[in-house]
């Protein structure tokens, strides 16, 4: 019992003591922003390395979720004689709820453990030890242009994902089962708001991009100087940014649509 | 500052002859003391080394020196400033005016030679964009990797990768420049090379040079002054002649590669008859 005990307040601790240096860090790389103006080449590089990279996969995903719903949404809404509300069954659940979590784990997926795993090697080959020593500060010449480059890229990237996603809807629904195509985009227009609905997206993709480039950065930053460590390092900010996102956007949720 | 912008020779805030002054360094991880109670002195102008058994904190004392690891107790005075009690902008000037060459190499793997050379130059300077290329070719030039300035660090021996480390360690002139284990893991004639390279640039460009080793041979060819530290203490130091004739049974053991003495052959363990006798 005792033993339990321990461990449980020596965890806690631990997970307490971390978060308060993941804050630190962050606080630091704030700091660090205002140094990248004069320099938007290094953002302009890691945007293609974290956002341009990324587009591949979110386009294909995008495109299969949207034809999926379209198919999904056309058999449930047949049964009520409603399917020529299609668009705006897609279009809501991907602007709302499917675009910016999808497209965040996704992005953590690929761009975030590639983050991770890169700022961690740089670790653990000294090579942010040797920048140091050179008078350059890591923070903001590694980790500030990566971390910008993800806050900048996330929100995009869910855009992508949402605009495709209705073409998949579009394509299954009007392409191949027959609704009609005016009714599908009619409605969707009628029924999607640009505030209550998109904005509310947007902003819920761009709180999913800070979270996620955050964790990533610090992983990578914060990683074991081993191999161990950086894969470690790798698979926590898959998790940890799957568990932030899911959870982030049920607070948002609530908070944004929650008085309807 | 200005002047390394300019490209000129290293600059010094003093003409102390000491470049480096340790007093009473302190230092432990966790539990484990590294060093406890440490003197060293750093003289300007010549190739000083720290020698000793594997795991006694040779690098970490270069960290100490960079400002890269706070001691517990005790300072750290480079070129006439304490590197624990300067403020960050400060360290980061002095250590424009240091390097350290890492026993990897520490090369950026997705930049290629040319560009790991113009890396410092690129981040301190505002130079022409011909000066520089020309520039980094006299540095490559000066370790002999001129025609290697377009290959990638993956593409590289590690002799040839702590070359071209060198020569960015040269790009701004320091004053200093710390290397750590630079024989480690190379052959006969990378050794040579590179004790070849650390003796010409520090008596041509007039730096001071501190090699951390435990490669007593290389040592005591190319340094004016050694130092022996095991246990956390420094247990001897003087020129290579001194320490080769030296009483302390450490230094002795250490200079002739003796398997038993002062370090032991045996790790700590309970007596070799009781242990064997339990078993039974």
Redesign the interface.
């Known amino acids: 019992m005792m033993d339990w005990l321990q461990r449980l307040g020596s965890t806690s601790l631990s997970v307490f003591e971390r978060l308060g240096r993941g804050n630190l860090f962050l606080l630091r790389v704030l700091a660090a922003l205002p140094s990248l103006v004069p320099r938007p080449g290094l953002v302009i590089a890691q945007l293609y390395s974290v956002g341009v990279l990324s587009m591949m996969l979110i386009v294909i995903s995008g495109l299969n979720v949207g034809m999926v719903l379209g198919l999904q949404g056309y058999n449930t809404l047949v049964d009520f004689g409603s399917e020529e509300s299609l668009g705006q069954l897609v279009a809501l659940s991907l602007v709302r709820e499917l675009g910016p979590v999808v497209a965040a784990l996704l992005f953590a997926g690929r761009a975030g453990s590639a983050l991770t795993a890169e700022i961690g090697l740089m670790k653990a080959t000294e090579q942010l030890s040797g920048m140091e020593m050179m008078a350059v500060d890591p923070l903001k010449r590694v980790v500030a242009p990566r971390f910008i480059a993800g806050i900048i890229s996330m929100p995009l990237l869910a855009a992508m994902f949402s605009a495709v996603g209705v073409l998949g809807g579009f394509f299954v629904g009007v392409g191949l089962l027959g609704v009609d195509s005016g009714a599908f985009w009619s409605q969707m227009q009628s029924k999607v708001d640009l505030y209550d609905d998109i904005l509310n997206g947007v902003i819920k993709s761009v709180v999913f991009g800070f979270v996620a480039a955050w964790i990533a950065v610090f992983e990578g930053y914060d990683a074991v100087p081993n191999t161990e460590g950086v894969s470690r390092a790798t698979t926590r900010t898959v998790v940890h940014t799957a568990f932030a996102v899911l959870g982030l956007d049920f607070i948002l949720t609530a908070l944004m649509f929650g008085n309807e | 500052m200005q002047a390394v912008r300019q490209g000129a020779l290293p600059v010094s805030n003093n003409n102390d002859e000491l470049i480096v002054k340790i007093r009473g360094l302190r230092f432990a991880h966790g539990a484990r003391v590294i060093f406890d109670g440490v003197d060293i002195d750093i003289p300007r102008g010549k190739i000083t080394s720290i020698m000793g058994p594997s795991g006694t904190g040779k690098t970490t004392l270069l ?1 100490l020196i ?1 400002g ?1 690891l706070q001691p517990n107790a005790g300072s750290v005075v480079v070129d006439g400033e304490d590197v624990n009690k300067i403020s960050r902008d400060a360290l ?2 002095l ?2 005016r ?3 060459l ?1 026993q ?1 190499g ?4 997705d930049l290629t030679v040319f560009e790991n050379v113009a ?2 130059l690129r ?2 300077t505002r130079l022409p964009e011909s000066i520089l290329r020309d520039l980094v070719l006299m540095k490559l030039e000066a370790v002999g990797l001129r025609g290697a300035r377009d290959l990638l660090p993956a593409e590289l021996s590690g002799g040839m990768a702590r070359r071209v480390a060198l020569a ?1 360690a040269i790009a ?1 002139d320091p004053m200093m420049i710390m290397y750590d284990e630079p024989f480690t893991g190379q052959d006969p004639i990378t050794v040579g090379v590179i004790m070849q390279l650390i003796r010409m640039l520090n008596d041509t460009l007039g730096l001071t040079s501190i090699i951390v080793s435990h490669d007593v041979h290389e040592l005591t060819m190319i340094c004016d002054h050694m130092y022996m530290i095991s246990g956390g203490k420094v247990v001897g130091h003087g020129t290579p002649g001194d320490m080769a004739h030296s009483e302390s049974g450490w230094v002795r053991q250490f200079m002739a590669g003796l398997p038993d003495g002062p370090v032991p052959f045996h790790y700590p363990a309970p007596d070799y008859a009781d242990d064997l006798l339990a078993g039974a």
């Open positions: 960290k960079g890269q980061f000037r250590r424009k240091m390097s350290l890492f990897t520490a090369l950026f793997t890396f410092p981040e301190h960015r701004l």
